[in-house]
């Protein structure tokens, strides 16, 4: 669980709300903007927990997403098998073990002001996880993509562990699919490392 700051920073960042048509069109570009321009290994990490409504989030992306079955993204964070406070470093490991030199895109819940709830950021940098209840973790992600999903400012935990399921399932359904999307355009011969698939717009006669 991530908490935004009331303070915006100048890092580069894009939000939308997750019932907006074309979402993935309008953050994956934004995304897509961010991604090196040599092939590399994508790997996605979705923090949270099951045990939280709130912070299922990241687990459900990864669920979802995983049986999507995308061909040039690795996926770690799923509802059986969530990364979250107490593995986070071991997952960490374990990821720089098995991928060299990966581009980790991060996944995480947040909590916001309440006309931003029910909004997708896309976050150039790394994502603080934890920040939300004060846990010292590691920052992850070379980008990052969080989901509004109750409102911040007292009792963060209680009001995690009342959020409504039905905002969380919806915003993960969107990242799962704006996720997918940004897999079709990644190409290489063979599955991992990737580079990402120019897109040619139609043009009208």
């Not at 770690?76 to 991928?99: D, Q, R, S, W």
């Not at 846990?135 to 992600?141: D, E, I, R, T």
């Not at 919806?170 to 011969?189: C, F, Q, T």
């Not at 991992?192 to 040619?200: G, K, S």
């Amino acid at each position: 669980m991530n908490l935004k700051s009331r303070f915006q920073s100048k890092i580069d960042s894009v939000r939308i709300d997750h019932t907006a048509p074309h979402l993935d069109v309008a953050i994956g570009d934004k995304l897509i903007s961010w991604f090196p321009s040599v092939p590399r290994e994508y790997v996605v990490v979705c923090i949270g927990t099951d045990r939280s409504t709130g912070d299922a989030l990241g687990p459900l992306v990864g669920s979802f997403l995983t049986e999507m079955k995308p061909r040039h993204l690795s996926i770690f964070g799923t509802l059986e098998h969530p990364v979250h406070a107490t593995n986070l470093h071991e997952y960490i490991k374990e990821i720089n073990h098995v991928h060299k030199n990966p581009f980790i895109i991060a996944v995480d819940a947040c909590l916001g002001k309440t006309h931003s709830v029910g909004k997708i950021i896309a976050t150039e940098g790394p994502l603080q996880p934890g920040a939300a209840l004060n846990k010292p973790l590691p920052a992850v992600g070379d980008v990052h993509l969080t989901g509004v999903v109750n409102v911040s400012g007292f009792m963060e935990y209680s009001v995690l562990q009342n959020t409504r399921l039905a905002i969380v399932v919806e915003m993960a359904k969107k990242i799962a699919g704006l996720l997918e999307s940004i897999d079709y355009r990644l190409i290489h011969h063979r599955k991992a490392p990737a580079v990402v698939v120019p897109q040619i717009k139609s043009s009208t006669l």
